[in-house]
Protein backbone atom coordinates (compact mmCIF):
# COMPACT_ATOMS: atom_id res chain seq x y z
CA UNK A 1 0.00 0.00 0.00
CA UNK A 2 0.97 4.01 -0.08
CA UNK A 3 3.16 4.79 2.75
CA UNK A 4 5.82 6.72 4.02
CA UNK A 5 7.21 6.14 7.38
CA UNK A 6 10.05 7.72 9.55
CA UNK A 7 12.12 5.94 12.09
CA UNK A 8 12.27 8.55 14.36
CA UNK A 9 9.39 11.01 15.76
CA UNK A 10 12.22 13.49 17.32
CA UNK A 11 15.69 14.04 16.63
CA UNK A 12 17.68 15.80 18.96
CA UNK A 13 21.15 17.18 18.47
CA UNK A 14 23.85 19.43 19.39
CA UNK A 15 25.07 22.66 17.57
CA UNK A 16 27.51 21.69 14.80
CA UNK A 17 27.10 17.83 14.99
CA UNK A 18 25.82 16.45 12.02
CA UNK A 19 22.11 15.15 11.63
CA UNK A 20 20.57 12.42 9.93
CA UNK A 21 16.70 11.69 9.49
CA UNK A 22 15.48 8.42 7.77
CA UNK A 23 12.40 7.72 6.30
CA UNK A 24 11.07 4.05 4.69
CA UNK A 25 8.98 4.02 1.88
CA UNK A 26 6.61 1.36 0.71
CA UNK A 27 5.86 1.78 -3.16
CA UNK A 28 9.35 0.09 -4.98
CA UNK A 29 7.98 1.69 -8.51
CA UNK A 30 8.50 5.23 -6.90
CA UNK A 31 10.89 7.02 -8.69
CA UNK A 32 10.81 10.55 -7.26
CA UNK A 33 11.44 11.90 -3.72
CA UNK A 34 11.84 15.39 -2.19
CA UNK A 35 12.56 16.58 1.03
CA UNK A 36 10.70 19.46 2.75
CA UNK A 37 11.32 21.30 6.23
CA UNK A 38 7.97 22.75 8.22
CA UNK A 39 8.54 25.50 10.92
CA UNK A 40 6.50 26.55 13.29
CA UNK A 41 3.99 28.34 11.47
CA UNK A 42 4.94 27.96 8.57
CA UNK A 43 4.03 25.66 4.99
CA UNK A 44 6.68 23.58 4.37
CA UNK A 45 9.78 23.82 2.11
CA UNK A 46 11.55 22.08 -0.59
CA UNK A 47 15.17 21.20 0.78
CA UNK A 48 16.55 18.75 -1.58
CA UNK A 49 14.85 15.62 -3.89
CA UNK A 50 16.24 12.78 -5.70
CA UNK A 51 15.41 10.72 -8.38
CA UNK A 52 15.73 6.67 -8.69
CA UNK A 53 18.27 6.92 -11.31
CA UNK A 54 20.79 8.21 -8.48
CA UNK A 55 21.63 7.10 -5.05
CA UNK A 56 23.24 10.18 -3.92
CA UNK A 57 22.62 13.81 -4.00
CA UNK A 58 24.13 16.53 -2.65
CA UNK A 59 23.27 20.55 -1.61
CA UNK A 60 24.83 23.05 0.62
CA UNK A 61 24.56 21.30 3.84
CA UNK A 62 22.48 18.86 3.07
CA UNK A 63 22.81 15.30 1.45
CA UNK A 64 19.94 12.78 0.59
CA UNK A 65 20.96 9.40 -0.13
CA UNK A 66 18.28 6.75 -1.72
CA UNK A 67 18.86 3.18 -0.93
CA UNK A 68 16.41 1.15 -3.94
CA UNK A 69 17.07 -2.13 -2.34
CA UNK A 70 15.45 -1.82 1.07
CA UNK A 71 12.93 1.26 0.30
CA UNK A 72 15.24 3.92 2.20
CA UNK A 73 15.86 7.25 2.27
CA UNK A 74 18.27 9.83 4.25
CA UNK A 75 18.81 13.31 4.64
CA UNK A 76 22.39 13.76 6.33
CA UNK A 77 22.15 17.57 7.73
CA UNK A 78 26.35 18.65 8.22
CA UNK A 79 26.90 21.06 10.90
CA UNK A 80 23.54 21.35 12.36
CA UNK A 81 22.55 24.70 13.32
CA UNK A 82 19.38 26.16 15.66
CA UNK A 83 17.80 28.00 12.02
CA UNK A 84 17.79 23.68 10.95
CA UNK A 85 15.19 23.01 14.11
CA UNK A 86 11.93 22.22 12.23
CA UNK A 87 9.87 19.39 11.28
CA UNK A 88 11.26 17.53 8.41
CA UNK A 89 9.25 15.42 5.88
CA UNK A 90 10.54 12.99 3.23
CA UNK A 91 8.03 12.75 0.52
CA UNK A 92 7.46 10.31 -2.77
CA UNK A 93 5.52 10.52 -5.87
CA UNK A 94 3.12 7.78 -6.45
CA UNK A 95 0.98 7.69 -9.47
CA UNK A 96 1.00 11.23 -9.50
CA UNK A 97 0.42 12.55 -6.27
CA UNK A 98 3.10 13.30 -3.66
CA UNK A 99 2.38 11.28 -0.51
CA UNK A 100 4.13 12.81 3.15
CA UNK A 101 5.68 10.71 6.12
CA UNK A 102 4.71 11.36 9.06
CA UNK A 103 7.67 13.46 9.98
CA UNK A 104 10.48 14.42 12.07
CA UNK A 105 11.14 17.00 14.70
CA UNK A 106 14.26 17.98 14.45
CA UNK A 107 15.59 20.24 17.81
CA UNK A 108 19.04 21.83 18.20
CA UNK A 109 20.50 22.82 21.10
CA UNK A 110 23.18 25.04 21.99
CA UNK B 1 6.38 38.85 -3.18
CA UNK B 2 4.80 35.89 -1.92
CA UNK B 3 4.58 32.98 -4.31
CA UNK B 4 1.68 31.24 -2.85
CA UNK B 5 -0.44 33.04 -0.53
CA UNK B 6 -3.58 31.86 1.44
CA UNK B 7 -6.40 33.49 3.22
CA UNK B 8 -7.62 34.14 5.83
CA UNK B 9 -4.18 32.42 7.53
CA UNK B 10 -6.73 32.03 10.72
CA UNK B 11 -10.41 31.04 10.54
CA UNK B 12 -12.79 30.46 13.84
CA UNK B 13 -16.12 29.15 13.46
CA UNK B 14 -18.78 26.83 14.87
CA UNK B 15 -19.81 23.77 13.49
CA UNK B 16 -22.25 23.53 10.70
CA UNK B 17 -20.87 27.02 8.94
CA UNK B 18 -19.97 27.48 5.79
CA UNK B 19 -16.21 28.84 5.15
CA UNK B 20 -14.03 29.48 2.17
CA UNK B 21 -9.88 29.86 2.22
CA UNK B 22 -8.51 31.33 -0.91
CA UNK B 23 -5.34 30.93 -2.76
CA UNK B 24 -3.26 32.22 -5.27
CA UNK B 25 0.08 31.53 -6.71
CA UNK B 26 2.45 34.23 -8.78
CA UNK B 27 4.60 31.43 -9.90
CA UNK B 28 2.80 30.87 -13.40
CA UNK B 29 2.19 27.40 -12.59
CA UNK B 30 -0.29 24.74 -14.20
CA UNK B 31 -0.81 22.55 -11.02
CA UNK B 32 -2.61 23.62 -8.08
CA UNK B 33 -3.43 21.12 -4.64
CA UNK B 34 -5.10 21.29 -1.22
CA UNK B 35 -3.26 19.30 1.41
CA UNK B 36 -4.70 19.06 4.52
CA UNK B 37 -2.19 18.82 8.06
CA UNK B 38 -3.66 17.14 10.82
CA UNK B 39 -2.46 17.89 14.67
CA UNK B 40 0.21 15.13 14.02
CA UNK B 41 1.62 17.17 11.55
CA UNK B 42 0.26 14.41 9.04
CA UNK B 43 -0.10 16.43 5.56
CA UNK B 44 -2.17 14.46 3.45
CA UNK B 45 -3.49 15.53 -0.09
CA UNK B 46 -7.16 16.63 -1.08
CA UNK B 47 -7.08 17.88 -4.27
CA UNK B 48 -5.08 18.84 -7.18
CA UNK B 49 -6.13 21.07 -10.58
CA UNK B 50 -4.55 21.16 -13.47
CA UNK B 51 -5.06 24.06 -15.87
CA UNK B 52 -8.91 24.48 -14.02
CA UNK B 53 -9.14 20.99 -14.28
CA UNK B 54 -9.74 18.51 -11.21
CA UNK B 55 -7.03 16.15 -11.93
CA UNK B 56 -7.17 14.31 -8.27
CA UNK B 57 -9.81 13.98 -5.85
CA UNK B 58 -8.90 11.75 -2.78
CA UNK B 59 -11.48 10.70 -0.55
CA UNK B 60 -12.71 13.77 0.63
CA UNK B 61 -16.16 14.82 2.27
CA UNK B 62 -18.38 15.72 -0.64
CA UNK B 63 -18.97 19.09 1.87
CA UNK B 64 -15.42 20.14 0.67
CA UNK B 65 -15.78 21.54 -3.00
CA UNK B 66 -12.60 22.95 -4.67
CA UNK B 67 -13.15 25.63 -7.40
CA UNK B 68 -10.43 27.26 -9.53
CA UNK B 69 -11.20 29.70 -11.48
CA UNK B 70 -8.54 30.11 -13.26
CA UNK B 71 -4.86 28.70 -13.04
CA UNK B 72 -3.47 31.13 -11.04
CA UNK B 73 -6.43 30.71 -8.32
CA UNK B 74 -7.85 27.53 -6.15
CA UNK B 75 -10.10 27.95 -3.35
CA UNK B 76 -11.58 25.53 -0.74
CA UNK B 77 -15.38 26.10 0.09
CA UNK B 78 -16.29 23.67 2.96
CA UNK B 79 -20.11 22.86 4.13
CA UNK B 80 -21.90 22.38 7.56
CA UNK B 81 -18.11 22.66 9.15
CA UNK B 82 -17.39 19.67 11.52
CA UNK B 83 -14.99 19.88 14.27
CA UNK B 84 -12.98 16.94 12.50
CA UNK B 85 -12.43 19.70 9.81
CA UNK B 86 -10.61 21.57 12.33
CA UNK B 87 -7.03 21.27 11.10
CA UNK B 88 -4.12 23.66 8.79
CA UNK B 89 -5.30 24.16 5.45
CA UNK B 90 -2.00 24.20 2.73
CA UNK B 91 -2.59 25.52 -0.92
CA UNK B 92 0.50 24.39 -3.44
CA UNK B 93 1.63 24.84 -6.93
CA UNK B 94 3.63 22.75 -9.32
CA UNK B 95 4.54 23.46 -13.16
CA UNK B 96 3.19 20.27 -13.69
CA UNK B 97 1.76 17.21 -13.20
CA UNK B 98 3.38 14.20 -11.58
CA UNK B 99 6.49 13.78 -10.78
CA UNK B 100 7.86 16.63 -12.86
CA UNK B 101 8.84 18.81 -9.60
CA UNK B 102 8.66 20.24 -6.45
CA UNK B 103 5.41 21.92 -4.75
CA UNK B 104 6.02 25.04 -3.35
CA UNK B 105 3.06 25.57 -0.54
CA UNK B 106 1.63 28.43 0.72
CA UNK B 107 1.83 29.46 4.89
CA UNK B 108 -1.18 27.77 5.61
CA UNK B 109 -4.97 28.76 6.71
CA UNK B 110 -6.06 27.18 10.30
CA UNK B 111 -9.35 26.35 10.57
CA UNK B 112 -10.61 25.62 13.99
CA UNK B 113 -14.34 24.42 14.47
CA UNK B 114 -15.62 24.87 17.87
Known amino acids: GESVGLHLPTLSVQEGDNSIINCAYSNSASDYFIWYKQESGKGPQFIID?????DKRQGQRVTVLLNKTVKHLSLQIAATQPGDSAVYFC?????????FGTGTRLQVFP | DTAVSQTPKYLVTQMGNDKSIKCEQNLGHDTMYWYKQDSKKFLKIMFSYNNKELIINETVPNRFSPKSPDKAHLNLHINSLELGDSAVYFC?????????????FGEGSRLTVL
Open chain 1, 91 to 99: AEYNTDKLI
Open chain 1, 50 to 54: IRSNM
Open chain 2, 92 to 104: ASSQGTGNTGELF
